[in-house]
Every structure is written in C-alpha cells, then in structure tokens.
C-alpha cells in the first residue's frame, strides 16, 4: 500500500482503497455478491490470491465484514464498505461521459457482461414458463445458458434442464455495444447480434433487462 505522508483525507482515503482492482470488488459488493467465486466470476482477470489480499485489506480498513455462513465465508459491506456507493457511481458516470466507446477495439472479457445481465433482469417482464437463452458468442469455446423464471435468474456453463428456445448469437463487441448503452439494440442488430427462436420471444428480449446501470450516461460532446 503507498505511503503519500500527507494528512489529507484524500489522499490517505487512496492509501486505504486505491489499489488496483479495490473498487471493482467494492464493486461486485454493492451488486449483491458475497461470496468469494461469486466476486471473483464478476472480475475474471483477478487472481485469486490478489482478492484475498484485496478483501482482507477493505476489511483492515473498516470497510468489509468476513462472516461465517451456512455455506462457508461471505462478505459484506459495512456503514463505511456502502458508503463507497458514491465513488463507484462518480467513477461509472464519468467512464461513461468521458472515455472513449469502440468495443470493437477493447480488450473485452464476456463473463462480466453476462453476470451483469443475469443481475439486471426484469422478472416482471419475463415469459409464464422458464425460458433458457443460449448464448453462442464468437471465439469463446463453450455456450452459456441464462436460466430466466419467476424464481430465480442463474448464469449456467449447460442448459439446466428447461427448454431452450433463443439462441444469442454474436461478437462480443456488439453484445457490449447495445448492453453499455453505445448503440441501440436495432443497431446492435446491424453490428451481428442476432436473437434466433420464435418471433414473440425474439422480440421481447430485449426488454427483458434493465440495461447496464450507467447506460443512459451519454458520451461528453468533445472539442
């Protein structure tokens, strides 16, 4: 941890919580993640060894409870952990205003758009009958399933036993365009992302998400 010997509160807040990858556990805390993987499936990239550092270091800091479930360890945000809200907020709103958008040149992992996706599902909006939406996307090796019922939203590796009927096919870069708020599903549509099944459903799809939080953040007009 960096050492800036200053009495500012800012820059001793950043000694506490700056380090790389902090706020996004902070991050997957605030969406409802509490145990280790679950965290972990939300930053890919991270090892695990870093997350243990990173979450033992917001718990030094006040900012994150260990506890013993029935399950094993989870963790939870404290006054402190939740008061960070506002940061993560600041820090996605001005992403979105100000850095540039092109997925198509960025370095792009898909298991956090999906379990953005599963988080962000509009239960109200869904389908009587479960519905499993399969997700084909280009230069991944395996599928994913969305598992979409009343009672319980899951992000599968196979289909759970129900029945199949929409196929997402497409490249990354566009799934993130339309999910980030880039382009409009119809233009995403014109990007490659393709809905396949039963027109009804195909059509409803799209509504069945609240998008990505800040995807209403428009990009900054610049000089």
């Known amino acids: 941890m960096a050492d800036y010997g200053q009495f500012c509160s800012v820059a001793r807040a950043h000694e506490a919580i700056g380090g790389r990858w902090t706020l996004l556990v902070v ?5 409802g993640s509490r145990r280790f993987n679950d965290i972990r499936r939300g930053i890919p990239r991270i090892s695990r060894t870093m997350l243990s550092e990173r979450l033992q270091a917001l718990a030094q800091a006040g ?6 479930g029935d399950h094993g360890p989870e963790y939870a945000l404290t006054g402190a952990g939740r008061e960070l809200m506002g940061i993560v907020s600041a820090l996605g709103t001005w ?6 958008r092109h997925a198509a040149d960025e370095d792009l ?44 939203v899951s992000l599968c590796t196979q289909n759970p036993g ?6 997402v096919r497409a490249r990354l870069p566009a799934l993130v365009a339309w999910w980030r708020g880039d382009v409009s599903f119809a233009e995403g549509q014109r990007m490659g992302l393709t ?6 459903l195909a059509k409803a799809f799209p509504h069945w998400f609240e998008r990505y939080l800040f995807a209403e953040v428009q990009p900054a007009a610049r000089p």
């Open 162 to 167: 129900f029945p199949e009927p929409l196929r």
């Open 27 to 31: 991050r997957e805390l605030l969406c």
């Open 63 to 68: 900012a994150v409870l260990r506890i013993e």
């Open 95 to 100: 992403g979105q205003r100000w850095l540039p």
């Open 195 to 200: 809905v396949e099944g039963p027109r009804e």
């Open 109 to 152: 992992d898909l298991e956090p758009v999906l379990v953005d996706m599963q988080r962000r599902v509009r239960v109200e909006a869904l389908p009587k009958e479960p519905v499993v939406v399969r997700f084909e996307i280009e230069g991944q090796r395996q599928p994913r399933f969305l598992l979409l019922k009343e009672a319980e």
